[in-house]
């Protein structure tokens, strides 16, 4: 073979060589970029499907507290609507790998259960004592199936890939094949309970205009400066203004150190505190940093307020304070107040939701007495405390109610249900989660 044709056949060669090479990575790399894809896809899908159980678990708990039949169809509907959704998000999912087949048959089954009994309250039946029993199976395994799942997205989330097969349970059980330790996962509820002092009821109440401020005198901004300052027990002279706000609260704010200050413009109250430091020390007891806020609130002008629940973060101890007078609960007018436990200075201070919803309100007069109230409770609850109390809808309106602070006889779980004064209707539950850093709800 001539040697033009040996060069020709190399160079040809080389030509291929190289043409099946660059497809090869360009191929390689579409792989790699439909993996990432599908990766991706199937983590959503993962999360979504972590976010539903968390709110099936919850539903199915509340089932357990109802003993209203408008609330049972309430919850039954969501119910029926979080199921459905969580198979949506399975359904997109490797179901091989994770073993998620009797994920969809709990879910078909609690859905139809969901469905019957909204079916069976709207026709105003009762719960009877087996469907009770089963609301409670349907619950323990919609526990476990939530804390499971919960646990998948946190070693997703720690790097393990789906596609490769690296997520995946670890269960040695038979009836139950999701779930491995059954220990409480914080990942279940890291981004759904409300802290209960930040104010179960006050994503409602914000949006409307002040009746308190409105019938309120105006100050002038030297005035607003001398209530900063004798909030705070310093120097006028050492606050300097900082800029005005409008709005529903219209303020002006003053700065002082650390420290900023809202001071409305009608009436001269203080709106709120801000501090910008860290507390380095945990140096006084809770106990007497609640006394320190509630004594804050007296001085400044704030009175009537009782303490509800509180959390500590960072070392400082938030307390949230409700409006309460003549042993009246007013759930609109809400204080949040912030305490150092290094050395028991206030640090922050929120009386945005008092300011908004605070009006004189007329007598507690119920048409449904306590003892009567009571009787409308499911009867798998044990009442461990009672409170009159106004709560707010999401109308706006405020409705009179009893509070039951209540334990669940099957669960051994904490709650507070509101039943209506005047017709007996069961208005809202509120499950009770305690952590080291406080009192959730959700």
Same mark, same amino acid.
């Given at each position: 073979?001539?040697?033009?044709?040996?060069?020709?056949?190399?160079?040809?060669?080389?030509?291929?060589?190289?043409?099946?090479?660059?497809?090869?990575?360009?191929?390689?790399?579409?792989?790699?970029?439909?993996?990432?894809?599908?990766?991706?896809?199937?983590?959503?899908?993962?999360?979504?499907?972590?976010?539903?159980?968390?709110?099936?678990?919850?539903?199915?708990?509340?089932?357990?507290?109802?003993?209203?039949?408008?609330?049972?169809?309430?919850?039954?509907?969501?119910?029926?609507?979080?199921?459905?959704?969580?198979?949506?998000?399975?359904?997109?999912?490797?179901?091989?790998?994770?073993?998620?087949?009797?994920?969809?048959?709990?879910?078909?089954?609690?859905?139809?259960?969901?469905?019957?009994?909204? @079916?069976?309250?709207?026709?105003?039946?009762?719960?009877?004592?087996?469907?009770?029993?089963?609301?409670?199976?349907?619950?323990?395994?919609?526990?476990?199936?939530?804390?499971?799942?919960?646990?998948?997205?946190?070693?997703?989330? @720690?790097?393990?890939?789906?596609?490769?097969?690296?997520?995946?349970?670890?269960?040695?059980?038979?009836?139950?094949?999701?779930?491995?330790?059954?220990?409480?996962?914080?990942? *279940?509820?890291?981004?759904?309970?409300?802290?209960?002092?930040?104010?179960?009821?006050?994503?409602?109440?914000?949006?409307?205009?002040?009746?308190?401020?409105?019938?309120?005198?105006?100050?002038?901004?030297?005035?607003?400066?001398?209530?900063?300052?004798?909030?705070?027990?310093?120097?006028?002279?050492?606050?300097?203004?900082?800029?005005? *706000?409008?709005?529903?609260?219209?303020?002006?704010?003053?700065?002082?150190?650390?420290?900023?200050?809202?001071?409305?413009?009608?009436?001269?109250?203080?709106?709120?505190?801000?501090?910008?430091?860290?507390?380095?020390?945990?140096?006084?007891?809770?106990?007497?940093?609640?006394?320190?806020?509630?004594?804050?609130?007296?001085?400044?002008?704030?009175?009537?307020?009782?303490?509800?629940?509180?959390?500590?973060?960072?070392?400082?101890?938030?307390?949230?304070?409700?409006?309460?007078?003549?042993?009246?609960?007013?759930?609109?007018?809400?204080?949040?107040?912030?305490?150092?436990?290094?050395?028991?200075?206030?640090?922050?201070?929120?009386?945005?939701?008092?300011?908004?919803?605070?009006?004189?309100?007329?007598?507690?007069?119920?048409?449904?007495?306590?003892?009567?109230?009571?009787?409308?409770?499911?009867?798998?609850?044990?009442?461990?405390?009672?409170?009159?109390?106004?709560?707010?809808?999401?109308?706006?309106?405020?409705?009179?109610?009893?509070?039951?602070?209540?334990?669940?006889?099957?669960?051994?779980?904490?709650?507070?249900?509101?039943?209506?004064?005047?017709?007996?209707?069961?208005?809202?539950?509120?499950?009770?989660?305690?952590?080291?850093?406080?009192?959730?709800?959700?």
């Amino acid at each position: 073979m001539r040697r033009r044709n040996i060069i020709r056949l190399s160079s040809i060669g080389a030509l291929c060589l190289a043409l099946l090479v660059a497809f090869t990575v360009k191929n390689t790399k579409n792989m790699m970029e439909y993996k990432n894809s599908l990766e991706v896809s199937y983590r959503r899908a993962l999360s979504e499907l972590n976010e539903s159980l968390d709110y099936v678990n919850t539903d199915l708990n509340k089932s357990l507290y109802s003993a209203s039949g408008t609330e049972l169809k309430e919850i039954s509907r969501d119910l029926y609507a979080q199921c459905t959704a969580a198979k949506n998000a399975a359904g997109r999912l490797p179901v091989s790998q994770l073993e998620l087949g009797n994920t969809y048959k709990f879910l078909s089954q609690a859905a139809d259960y969901a469905q019957y009994l909204g @079916s069976k309250a709207e026709s105003g039946e009762k719960i009877s004592e087996e469907e009770h029993r089963n609301l409670n199976e349907l619950l323990n395994y919609s526990g476990v199936l939530s804390e499971s799942v919960g646990e998948m997205v946190s070693i997703s989330e @720690s790097g393990a890939k789906i596609t490769d097969g690296e997520v995946k349970s670890t269960d040695k059980a038979t009836v139950v094949p999701l779930s491995n330790s059954f220990s409480q996962s914080a990942k *279940s509820f890291e981004s759904f309970p409300t802290l209960l002092y930040d104010g179960p009821f006050s994503d409602q109440v914000l949006n409307k205009n002040s009746a308190l401020l409105s019938s309120s005198e105006r100050k002038s901004k030297s005035e607003c400066k001398k209530v900063a300052a004798a909030a705070l027990e310093a120097k006028e002279n050492r606050f300097y203004y900082d800029g005005s *706000s409008a709005g529903k609260l219209p303020s002006y704010s003053f700065k002082y150190g650390r420290y900023t200050v809202f001071i409305t413009k009608q009436g001269g109250y203080i709106k709120s505190i801000i501090y910008s430091g860290a507390i380095s020390e945990n140096a006084i007891s809770e106990k007497n940093a609640c006394l320190l806020a509630g004594r804050f609130l007296e001085k400044i002008g704030y009175s009537d307020m009782k303490q509800s629940y509180y959390s500590v973060k960072e070392n400082v101890c938030t307390v949230n304070f409700a409006y309460a007078k003549n042993d009246v609960y007013c759930y609109s007018d809400l204080i949040k107040v912030s305490v150092s436990m290094e050395d028991g200075k206030i640090l922050a201070l929120d009386a945005s939701t008092y300011l908004t919803n605070h009006i004189e309100r007329k007598a507690f007069s119920p048409k449904l007495k306590q003892k009567a109230a009571q009787k409308k409770l499911s009867p798998y609850l044990t009442v461990n405390g009672i409170k009159k109390c106004y709560i707010p809808k999401e109308n706006g309106l405020e409705k009179a109610c009893w509070e039951f602070f209540v334990t669940s006889r099957d669960t051994g779980e904490d709650a507070l249900i509101y039943i209506n004064a005047e017709n007996g209707n069961e208005e809202d539950i509120l499950l009770l989660l305690y952590t080291d850093s406080g009192t959730l709800v959700k």
